[in-house]
């Protein structure tokens, strides 16, 4: 079935319906942790694309071999695999970048996009199309954290680490800034909840609505709580009367 | 929105209730003129740039994100002036004013309107938006100014200086170079804007309970309990006690902010559990925490706490008999179906 739809639909579904990030809400833990600089989120994100295309790969090469009851401790081991090979990689070749992804360079084996998608593509899809598929999610991924670094890293410290493995700029070095940040210099200041932990939620949470509302311009369903049920304050809040899909 | 559809019409007797919303804000505003008043006197002119801005802001932005989300306007209750208000109250008066409006925006936008407006936020919107500001501007909301009256005189425009709070500890006590009792009373110490005054802050308590727009138990239960572990901390230092009481946010908290209608629970035992759990929390970050205040955390988390709460203090009808739990939910589900 898969063979009939067009590839490169396969590609750009990753980007924003299906968004790894954004719309599926998987990998969210490397997502808020990283996302404090460009640099490391385009870092995490190369390496998490990597290991999420030859998992795919792999894994949809060997998706008549594995035996379905196994099937996630054989994910895991394929996909421990390249995550081993991606760490020494990086630091042979990256040690800086090593230095500040820290733990969550080993953690890319749990990351919930590689293994999200292994279950629910790879496993059932021919060789090309998973590749396609890895590919699509590998740059939607890279594409959300980096969006949300380049936010959070902007307001927070009021810089743009415009890097990749290394190489480019800082915003403040093209401005020639020195110490100062940015927007220290318009005479304003860095607003230094934005690369802590409630900034990242908050800012997550508004990209989730813009790609939400892009999606809904596109056609597709709008992801969206079908009830009250798991809310703790279902019992004192009047939102579920005005809510149709609650109050039924 | 209709309001028809969220009362529940229970069996009579009713009582008819010439309060509106309009009303009570405006008593609320009437009640913080005073400390109001008295942060112009001891911070000077900038107090009511800060005022300004953000009320302003306030209102503004409830205006604009009513009209983003196409829902009736709602700046004519006042709500949102009383908002950006108490923000202002809680901000010290050197704030940069563009720092003041994000704070506003914040409350209106982020903590009312995203989650449906008046009566539906789950945590005081000003007071979240002044845990916000200080998590994003740390070095601004420590560094309190204050233009001394009697200590430094009138040549010199403001010193900037460690909060009351920060001048007394579990392990040193009070320190010497903390500010008198009187002086804590007055306001004349460093702090922000609206919470330094102790007695204007009062007065327009004491307006509120007897207008009667807020029940005396919140704030007196809040109080106390603050008061009374601090006796037994200190070890039964008198003077350190009410340097407590006085010192930090407390009062402005315990009657402005804590007795928020949508965020604190509305049964009378409820009240009292809310009440005491805030002294508790703020005590415990007083004391034990590693900042120096913590009414507006404590707030913040017995708001969250409230809606179970409540739940925990329903009070039961009078000759209530405990249904089975299974009918219940049976009656329940025909109803629904005879409406739909």
Known sequence: MADKKSLGKEFSKGLI????????????????????????????????????????????????????KVRIPAFVVIIAAFVSIVQMFVKAFAPALDASLGIYLPLIVVNCIILGRAEAFASKNPV??????????????????????????????????LK????????????????????????????????????????????????????????????????????????????????????? | ??????????????????????GIMLDVIIALIPAGIASVFIFGARTLAVIAVAVITAVLAEFLSRKAMKREQTIGDLSAAVTGLLLAYNLPSNMPLWQVALGSIIAIVVVKQMFGGIGQNFVNPALLARIVLMSAFPGRMSAA?????????WDIDAVTGATPMGLISLESGLSSDAPSLIEMFLGTTSGCLGEVSAIALL????????????????????????????????????????????????????????????????TKSGKWIYAIGAGLITCIIRLFGSLPEGVSFSIIIMNIFTPHIESLTAPKPFGYVKPEKKKKEKKAKEKEEAKS
């Open chain 1, 17 to 68: 319906a299906e968004n790894p990030v954004l719309r599926l809400v998987l990998g969210t833990c490397p997502t808020l942790a990283i996302s404090t600089s460009v640099e490391n989120s385009i870092g995490m994100g190369i390496a998490a694309s990597f290991v999420l295309v030859c998992s795919n790969i792999v894994i949809s090469a060997l998706r008549k071999v594995i035996p379905s």
């Open chain 2, 145 to 153: 100014t204050f233009a001394g009256l009697n200590k430094i005189g």
């Open chain 1, 128 to 161: 090309l199309a998973s590749t396609i598929d890895g590919i699509g999610m590998g740059v939607g991924f890279t594409f959300a954290i980096s969006l949300m670094a380049s936010i959070r890293e902007f307001l927070g410290a009021g810089n743009l680490s």
């Open chain 2, 1 to 22: 929105m209709e309001l028809k559809n969220k009362l529940t019409v229970n069996a009579s007797p009713h009582v008819g209730s010439a309060d509106t919303t309009t």
């Open chain 2, 203 to 266: 007065i327009g308590g004491l307006y509120l309970i007897i207008r009667k727009v807020i029940s005396p138990i919140i704030p007196v239960a809040y109080i106390g309990t603050v008061a009374l572990i601090s006796i037994i901390a200190f070890k039964g230092d008198f003077n350190a006690m009410i340097y407590e009481v006085l010192g930090g946010g407390l009062i402005i908290g315990a009657f402005f902010m804590a007795t928020d209608y949508t965020t604190s629970p509305i």
């Open chain 1, 164 to 248: 990749v493995l290394g190489f480019g700029t800082n915003l403040t070095d093209i401005f020639n800034l020195g110490e100062t940040d940015v927007l220290t210099a318009i005479g304003l200041e860095p607003i230094l909840i934005f690369i802590l932990a409630p900034g990242g939620f908050f800012c997550y949470g508004l990209l989730m609505a813009c790609a939400n509302k892009l999606a809904e311009m596109k056609g597709k369903p709008k992801a969206e709580l079908k009830s009250c049920d798991s809310c703790p304050l279902a019992t004192s809040c009047a939102i579920k009367i005005e809510g149709k899909e609650c109050a039924k």
